[in-house]
């Protein structure tokens, strides 16, 4: 599954200073990593996903 979840962002992952743009190469890398996810149904469903973003927000 993507190595970043929201249960694992800190404070620092939600800072703007340090970002760097992603390279095409690291595009392709995370949108290949989410299809064979996809396909093993590995995701989150709608819900999940809401339930997840107010546990994090919960947490700041």
Excluded: V
């Excluded at 989150?44 to 973003?53: C, I, K, L, S, V």
């Amino acid at each position: 599954m993507c190595t970043t979840t929201i249960k694992n962002m800190t404070q620092r992952d939600l800072s703007f200073n340090d970002l760097q743009p992603y390279t095409i190469e690291e595009l392709d890398a995370r949108l290949e990593e989410a299809e064979e996810d996809f396909a093993k149904g590995r995701y989150y469903t709608r819900e999940e996903a809401h339930r997840e973003m107010r546990r994090f927000i919960a947490s700041l």
